[in-house]
């Protein structure tokens, strides 16, 4: 069943070979009603191919406090002490931001998300994933052929997208875990592995355009970031528990939405980056 009418499908369980088809055709794969451990899902996943980033582990009080350092399953749980990670919670202000999921070194080639819902709410918590690669089919010519061949300079930049509190309250632990050095993200229009072109930025770490100015970039980035995030973009994603959501983040950013109480909502979902077995796509640019 097609989720939106340019992106996004939900299948029934099948074989690894037709979800990966799936995702390559369709940019964003739902699967309902799977019963995973975490050890469970990241086997799941490592099926279609090897995971291409690790999680801090920023719970306190889980299981996975147990082992500090990185985690391959990165969990999102929404209890007091646990430190912000990912959307709203990343912001810790109630307001989430459009993005894709990235480490804070660039990952070459095409790579996929995947989030499990391990324990859903009825109402609200959801995630709103948006199409770059229709937000570029709906360009001018004039701009397409302008954006061909920039390339996107990122940041992590905490004052960017959080609020003082927050970053004052978590300042220590996050100046020790992220870097807020410059990456070079590669082309603004990538092609996707069957061919079709998309916009690639990030619009909640992008800096300016390699060889280009802050205050140059910004006028084109505020008006790209403007014109992809209008609703005709996006498909609003209900957990239940047991899903699978699996997407292109070089093709689709998302936004959890703080539509629930983030505070005290007993709500967790688990979350791993990941390439695609047998596709070297290093060099897609
Ligand atoms: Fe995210």
Redesign the pocket.
């Known amino acids: 069943m097609k989720l939106h009418p340019g992106f996004g499908i939900q299948i029934d369980k099948c074989s690894t070979q037709q979800i990966t088809q799936n995702l390559r055709e369709h940019d964003l794969v739902l699967i309902r009603g799977h019963n995973f451990d975490q050890t469970q899902f990241k086997e799941f996943i490592t099926e279609m191919g090897p995971l291409v980033a690790n999680f801090y582990s920023f719970a306190e009080g889980s299981a996975m406090e147990l082992n500090k350092g990185e985690k391959e399953v990165g969990v999102v749980r929404n209890k007091k002490g646990y430190l912000p990670l990912?959307?709203h919670m990343?912001i810790n202000s109630g307001v989430g931001s459009w993005?894709?999921?990235e480490v804070s070194k660039n990952i070459p080639g095409l790579y996929y998300?995947a989030i499990y819902g391990a324990k859903s709410l009825t109402v609200g918590a959801n995630?709103d994933f948006l199409s770059m690669r229709l937000a570029f089919e709906r360009l001018s010519e004039g701009m397409k052929q302008t954006l061909r061949g920039l390339e996107v300079i990122n940041q992590n930049r905490p004052l960017r997208t959080w609020t003082t509190k927050s970053y004052n309250e978590n300042k220590i632990k996050f100046n020790t875990e992220m870097d807020c050095e410059e990456v070079n993200c590669g082309p603004i229009v990538k092609k996707d592995q069957m061919g079709r072109e998309s916009l690639s930025f990030n619009p909640r770490s992008w800096v300016r355009f390699a060889g280009w100015s802050e205050e140059e970039s910004t006028p084109v980035f505020e008006f790209l970031t403007k014109h992809c995030t209008i609703p005709e973009h996006t498909i609003r994603h209900n957990y239940q528990d047991g899903d699978v959501v699996m997407w292109c983040n070089n093709t689709v950013v998302?936004y959890?939405v703080a539509n629930y109480d983030i505070d005290s909502a007993d709500r967790e979902i688990w979350?791993l980056m990941f390439k695609l077995k047998g596709n070297d796509n290093d060099n897609i640019r």
């Open positions: 990912g959307g990343y993005h894709y999921d998300s995630t998302h959890g979350q």
